[in-house]
């Protein structure tokens, strides 16, 4: 079942900036994963990060993680017109067994 | 690295036929694969746990006569759309764990149209 919030939903920026996707989920997670999916293709995941942990670096991505407010945002940093995707994040409920539940995604759009 | 392979990529079928998606974990052992579905611009919904020896869980709301996960080895799973209907007509995705609480790994889809 999907939990998940994300925002923006659409994204547009040029070749450079810093793109910043929110997402926000309701229930306890022992992880949230954020996931990246370039149209009509399967999931490539890029970064986890763990209920005790608040911040994670991995290249060009940031994600962070406040659990207190049970939201996460993942930032890349220096965008590149190949960065253009969607972008989810997924939650790993720490109630039940470890199918992930995805939030709805931010369209990422880099112009050159 | 966990590689997940899903076949076919794209399948075009008739109303009430049969269609079956592979699901195999190349590189290692999967005990438990998951099938989502996502329609277009959308999320990914979760539609059932497939266990490699038991019966699949599957999701509120979705059909187990229609939507059959077969997972009779460690590395592959299969999901049999049976009487398929043009609302059938998704993209349909796999994944598998190679451990409780790391990363996921997802095939490439399957985009089912179904005519």
């Known amino acids: 079942s999907q939990q998940g919030e994300e925002d923006p939903q659409a994204l547009s920026i040029q070749e450079g900036e810093n793109a910043t996707m929110n997402c926000s989920y309701k229930t306890s997670i022992n992880n949230l994963q954020w996931y990246r999916q370039n149209s009509g293709r399967g999931l490539v995941h890029l970064i986890l990060?763990?209920?005790?942990?608040r911040e994670k670096h991995s290249g060009r991505l940031r994600v962070t993680l406040d659990t207190s407010k049970k939201s996460s945002s993942l930032l890349i940093t220096a965008s590149r017109a190949a960065d253009t995707a969607s972008y989810f994040c997924?939650?790993?409920?720490?109630?039940?067994?470890?199918?992930?539940?995805f939030g709805k995604g931010t369209s990422l759009l880099v112009t050159p | 690295g966990a590689v997940v392979s899903q076949h076919p990529s794209r399948v075009i079928c008739k109303s009430g036929t049969s269609v079956k998606i592979e699901c195999r974990s190349l590189d290692f052992q999967a005990t438990t694969m998951f099938w989502y579905r996502q329609f277009p611009k959308q999320s990914l919904m979760l539609m059932a746990t497939?266990?490699?020896?038991?019966?699949?869980?599957?999701e509120q709301g979705v059909e187990k006569d229609k939507f059959l996960i077969n997972h009779a080895s460690l590395t592959l799973s299969t999901l049999t759309v049976t009487s398929a209907h043009p609302e059938d007509s998704s993209f349909y995705i796999c994944?598998?764990?190679?451990?409780?609480?790391?990363?996921?790994?997802f095939g490439s889809g399957t985009r089912l149209t179904v005519v």
């Open positions: 497939s266990n490699e020896g038991s019966k699949a869980t599957y």
């Open positions: 990060i763990r209920s005790n942990e």
């Open positions: 994944s598998a764990s190679l451990r409780q609480g790391s990363g996921y790994t």
């Open positions: 997924a939650t790993a409920p720490s109630n039940s067994g470890y199918a992930l539940n």
